[in-house]
Each structure stands twice: as structure tokens, then as C-alpha cells.
């Protein structure tokens, strides 16, 4: 599985974004997905994970009310729609997939991970 994330820009606070990421391969159903973001001198963390069938989802506490995760498995594609951002929310964020992941907040849980798209906010 290949995995080519984009959408990043620079945006003001208070503004939105919308990334995307576009999977190959026949399988996209059977890979829960997830996004992860990583700042300058921080770790990286978990901002959301959504299961192949789209029926369960989580979100990282930093991002939960602000922040939608969505799959299009006809298009083999998910999406992170990004509101009410903040300079905090600056950071390379990337799609990751994975079969079973017994806890969608864990690196370790996906097999397959994209190149990261940067996404700037200004204050």
C-alpha cells in the first residue's frame, strides 16, 4: 500500500484546511487509517483514526470537536477536515494504515505510512 497525503498550506488561526490521503492498491477496505501529526522538537501524536468499514472513530483529546476524519473507500481516500486551527496545530502531518489495530493511538499499529504534508498556522 502506497499513501500520498496533501492539503497542507499555510493558513490563518481560526481558519480550515482539508487534507487528503489517496491509497493504492485493491485492498483500502481491509486497513483502518489514521493521521498523525508531528511538530517541530515533539514527538509525534495521534490526531485521528477511523476503521476500514468507517464505523468506529477516534480523535486525539488536542483535536476532538475541532478536527473530522472521513473515508471514501470507493475513491480510496481519507480525509481530514481541519477546523478552527490553531498555531499549536503546526506540524507535518501524515496517513497511516493498518490492518487491526488493537489501539489506533499506537505508532506501532500500521504497516504503512505516507510522506507527511506540512501544515503552517499563523497567529
Known amino acids: 500500500v502506497q499513501l500520498q497525503a496533501s492539503g497542507g498550506g499555510l493558513v490563518q488561526a481560526g481558519g480550515s484546511l482539508r487534507l487528503s490521503c489517496a491509497a493504492s492498491g485493491r485492498t483500502f477496505t481491509v486497513y483502518a487509517m489514521a493521521w498523525f501529526r508531528q511538530a517541530p522538537g515533539k514527538e509525534r501524536e495521534f490526531v485521528a483514526g477511523i476503521r476500514g468499514d468507517g464505523g468506529t472513530i477516534y480523535y486525539g483529546a488536542s483535536v476532538k470537536g475541532r478536527f473530522t476524519i472521513s473515508r471514501d473507500n470507493a475513491k480510496n481516500t481519507v480525509y481530514l477536515q481541519m477546523n478552527g486551527l490553531t498555531p499549536e496545530d503546526t506540524a507535518v502531518y501524515s496517513c497511516?494504515?493498518?490492518?487491526?489495530?488493537?489501539?489506533?493511538?499506537?505508532?506501532?499499529?500500521?504497516?504503512?505510512w505516507g510522506q507527511g504534508t506540512l501544515v503552517t498556522v499563523s497567529s
Open positions: 497511516a494504515a493498518g490492518r487491526n489495530p488493537r489501539d489506533y493511538s499506537v505508532l506501532n499499529e500500521y504497516e504503512y
